[in-house]
């Protein structure tokens, strides 16, 4: 969870160990909405792939497809952010118009995950899905421009409050300003998945995303509320343009420019930019030159950032098949995404201290592109592992009915022995005394009836619109009539099933007025459990536990390897991508490489929409092992690309330009010296010979 910090200075901020005085009593607000905002998004995040799973029940591969465009989104709009703060309303007002429909945003989200907000059936669900899902399409929108305006605009908002005197300061309160980035998504992840796990709602009693969604929503609206505070403090720098909108022109010119001469017999140009030089000047041309050969090296790097996001998606998703007892503590699968971030607390300073000295006595050149080669090859191992403990999950899961099947688990409530026969060639069953079955697979299009018996006593049933679904049927002698009830228990929206915590629960049963509690069996993490009342009385509750899908057995702490790989990536991968990015470009065009990293973050994202529709691979394992291999491609290409570059000093590049400009400016002085001088000559011989 590293954040992509837009600013030049990263460098120095992190390096930086100097305490000093002197701040802008105007920073620490802004500080104070960094960390409020990023609690606000990332808590948000932290919870958003179980909650479009278990609230709005969509299967896992939409689940997936809509997290990845939420955050695709987040990072195509700070290039809109970007251009309307520096040509249109300035850093000031852009945070602030944005950040009033971020908090917007996130309202909308918390009041679209009320259960009580429509309709409920008997589990709690909601009755009316469409209400729900709206209001967190047009949240997730909102937020996603919101957060994406802002974030190119709320760092450089903060270093213009410093002086040009002040860079000991200015840099100091990027490192703070950074800490602030990534204590508010460490904390906001341990916390939200708390609060989700929480139960609320007047009718029922269900998970809380009203109060996971909430809280952040209340902390976006702090870090406004803070931010408007320090209004009369700030040193607001009016807008000068934007040079992304430069770059983009004379980029547009000098295609222009060469289409419209393709025809022609024109001398060559040494660079198909040189065809900008009618309009633009060699500085702006050559300085675009040096963005583009970086650009160029970001073409496959959003396959990196395409499996690290799956974090949050696909990894959480696979947490929730897993065991989280950690003993003391019961992991909840969104929290395993603290993993990351608390590795990379631990893993930069290792990396920078101990791994890269350590490499560079051994006489190794593990130069900048060497290192995010390495990166993307730790990341492609990192779902090599997701895949193998995707394989040992799939051995501890349950078979669920594909298409064109029905499963059907049958309980005997009675004391007698009975038999169920579901019609020729189709599967017939005998259960002793309080005898059940595990589901069993029976064709759809075959299963029409039944039959039922106890001895001689026999009753039929027409069965209609059975689908892809799993059903229990339950039976019983009632002195000579069969009772048999068949029940839907595949989907919580069907089923009558509870969720809580695991461990034990209090079960309270009234019957016939008597009133019976007890304490159940402890229930595993992911289990499900039909039980049984046999009676309530004087005696007591008996009840009996029916084993409907085991409890989950492979443990979370199995992700941890993946987890680790994966950071250590992103440590080699992001932290040195940008900072080859700065040294690679202008001074001046660092805004420019940031809006190109960050698209390559929304690419990554779409790629994993693309690769997730496209793929008809049924086992999970297997679309690890295909995100892999692309990576691990896309990895070859990157190195044999690294391998042809050569590296520039952009301060020398921009050193030549300026001697070039005033070698330049000295001859053109020297030009107007002489024409002045020879036209007073001539003024001499006229007045003479007059």
């Known amino acids: 969870m590293l954040e992509h910090f837009p600013d030049s200075q990263l460098a120095a901020a992190i390096q930086s160990r100097g305490h000093c005085f002197g701040f802008p009593i105007s920073i620490f607000f802004i500080v104070i909405n960094e960390f409020c905002e990023r609690f606000s998004y990332y808590g948000m995040r932290a919870v958003l792939v179980l909650y479009f799973k278990f609230f709005l029940h969509w299967d896992d591969n939409l689940s997936t497809v809509i997290y990845h465009t939420f955050v695709a989104l987040c990072y195509l709009t700070p290039i809109l952010g970007a251009i309307v703060a520096d040509s249109w309303l300035g850093k000031f007002k852009t945070i602030v118009s944005l950040s009033i429909v971020y908090t917007i945003g996130q309202v909308v989200m918390a009041i679209g995950s009320i259960n009580d907000l429509t309709d409920h059936n008997r589990d709690g669900t909601p009755d009316v899905l469409s209400v729900h899902i709206a209001l967190s399409v047009v949240g997730l929108i909102l937020i996603a421009f919101g957060t994406g305006g802002i974030k190119p605009c709320v760092a450089a908002f903060g270093g213009d409050q410093f002086e040009d005197d002040q860079e000991k300061q200015r840099s100091m309160f990027f490192s703070i300003f950074y800490l602030s980035i990534n204590a508010g998504s460490l904390i906001s992840t341990i916390v939200t998945p708390i609060l989700r796990g929480e139960e609320c709602g007047i009718h029922t009693k269900q998970r809380c995303y009203p109060l996971a969604f909430g809280v952040p929503a209340a902390l976006m609206a ?243 619109a059975l689908g892809q679904n799993r059903y229990t049927l339950e039976i019983k002698n009632d002195n000579g009539n069969i009772i048999d009830t068949l029940v839907n228990v595949q989907t919580c929206s069907a089923s009558n099933y509870t969720a809580f915590e695991k461990g034990t629960k209090e079960i309270v049963a009234v019957t016939n007025g008597s009133k019976c509690q007890q304490q159940s069996m402890p229930f595993g993490f992911g289990s499900a459990y039909t039980i049984i009342i046999n009676e309530c009385g004087s005696s007591g509750l008996k009840m009996r536990y029916i084993k409907d899908i085991p409890p989950n057995t492979v443990h979370m702490a199995w992700q941890i390897p993946q987890y680790f790989l994966m950071t250590c990536g992103e440590v080699v991968f992001s932290v040195t991508g940008l900072e080859f990015s700065y040294s690679q470009a202008p001074s001046n065009m660092k805004s420019v490489l940031q809006a190109g990293w960050l698209l390559t973050v929304a690419v990554g994202n779409i790629i994993v929409l693309i690769v997730a529709g496209a793929s008809k691979l049924d086992k999970q394992w297997a679309e690890y092992v295909l995100f892999a291999s692309l990576l691990l491609a896309v990895c070859i290409i990157f190195a044999i690309m690294g391998y042809f570059y050569t590296y520039v000093d952009p301060a020398e590049v921009e050193a030549q330009l300026d001697e070039e400009e005033t070698k330049k400016k000295k001859e053109m002085e020297i030009g107007k010296e002489g024409t002045a001088y020879e036209n007073g000559d001539i003024a001499k011989v006229s007045q003479t010979e007059m």
């Open 222 to 464: 702090v870090a406004l509320v803070v931010f408007i505070t320090g209004s009369s403090m700030y040193k607001k720098v009016l807008p000068q343009g934007n040079i992304m909108v430069r770059v983009s022109k004379c980029i547009a010119f000098a295609v222009k420019n060469r289409f419209q001469h393709r025809s022609k017999q024109v001398p060559k140009r040494e660079h198909w930019l040189d065809w900008a030089s009618e309009k633009y000047d060699n500085r702006l041309i050559t300085q675009t030159k040096m963005v583009l050969r970086v650009l160029f090296l970001y073409i496959p790097l959003p396959m990196f950032w395409a499996l690290f996001d799956q974090q949050g998606s696909r990894w959480t998703l696979q947490a929730t098949t897993m065991d989280g007892d950690f003993g003391a503590i019961q992991i909840q699968p969104d929290q395993m995404q603290t993993v990351n971030p608390i590795l990379i607390i631990v893993m930069v300073p290792v990396v920078d201290t101990v791994v890269y000295p350590l490499i560079k006595k051994c006489g190794i050149s593990f130069t900048p592109l060497r290192r995010m080669t390495v990166g993307m090859f730790l990341a492609a191992m990192a779902f090599v592992a997701a895949a193998l403990v995707q394989v040992q999950i799939d051995k501890t899961l349950p078979v669920f009915p594909v298409a064109g099947q029905t499963q059907i688990k049958v309980i005997n409530l009675d004391t007698a022995e009975a038999e169920v026969n579901f019609g020729p060639g189709l599967h017939n069953v005998h259960l002793p005394s309080q005898g059940e079955t595990d589901y069993f697979t029976l064709d759809t299009a075959s299963l029409n009836a039944l039959t039922v018996s106890f001895g001689n006593l026999t009753k039929s049933k027409t069965l209609t």
